[in-house]
């Protein structure tokens, strides 16, 4: 079984400049996170979507947007990049969400974004 | 095995020995733990899970221990190899299925 693929592996852009990351989950998978991990801290929750709805999004500013598909693939957008939006955005999928009851999720490679 | 600052925390350790891996969280009414390993260059991996109704939870090598009487996680792993070597994150869930995560311990296993 396929796991959660991300694309593209790395991505260079300049300040202000616009960046799309790709996310594809696992199979029956139905909600995908989206994390933010600058060097030297841990995961920053970013935003959540489940059949195609933004579910709940972290403490980051508007120019961090997404969408999901119906397919259940995601894109996270960066509008605006600044240079401390260079990090490993990683991506996570898991089965959804049954009466509010958690699943564990499985992460993706993540994407290198270096902003200069 | 909370960071300070920039510089994780690292737990050295023998080649065999036992490791454990502690993770204090913030949130009382958290009721889903995960923890996580992350190798250099990769996502993280799932190692285990364990809901608030357990004390303990034991995997292949691994134990969770949990304790909300003082809000403390720990990860036991047994015989431990030069492939465990990695960050290990302790993640709850904080609401609404979203997981707030630790900021990681470095395990170093030495042959």
């Known amino acids: 079984e396929a796991g959660v693929t991300q694309s593209p592996t790395h991505l260079i852009k300049t300040r202000g400049q616009q960046a799309t990351l790709r996310c594809s989950p696992i199979?029956?998978?139905?909600?995908v996170y989206w994390y933010q991990q600058a060097l030297g801290l841990g995961l920053q929750f970013l935003l959540w979507?489940?059949?195609?709805?933004?579910?709940n999004r972290g403490n980051f500013p508007p120019r961090f947007s997404g969408r999901q598909f119906p397919n259940y693939s995601s894109e996270l957008n960066v509008n605006a990049l600044e240079l401390e939006d260079s990090a490993l955005y990683l991506c996570a999928s898991s089965p959804g969400t049954s009466g509010g009851y958690s699943y564990e999720q499985y992460f993706g490679p993540g994407t290198r974004l270096t902003v200069t | 095995g909370e960071s300070v600052g920039l510089h994780l925390p690292t737990l050295s350790v023998q080649e065999g020995d036992n490791s454990i891996i502690n993770c204090a969280y913030s949130n009382s009414a958290s009721d889903y733990f995960i923890w996580y390993k992350q190798e250099s260059g990769k996502g993280p991996q799932f190692i285990i899970d364990i809901r608030s109704n357990m004390d303990k939870r034991q995997g292949q090598r691994v134990t969770v221990l949990l304790n909300k009487t003082v809000k403390h996680l720990s990860l036991q792993i047994a015989a431990t190899q030069p492939g465990d070597s990695a960050v290990y994150f302790c993640a709850e869930n904080s609401g609404y299925s979203t997981l707030t995560f630790g900021k990681g311990t470095m395990l170093l296993v030495s042959p």
């Open positions: 979507y489940d059949e195609g709805e933004e579910r």
């Open positions: 199979s029956g998978h139905t909600s």
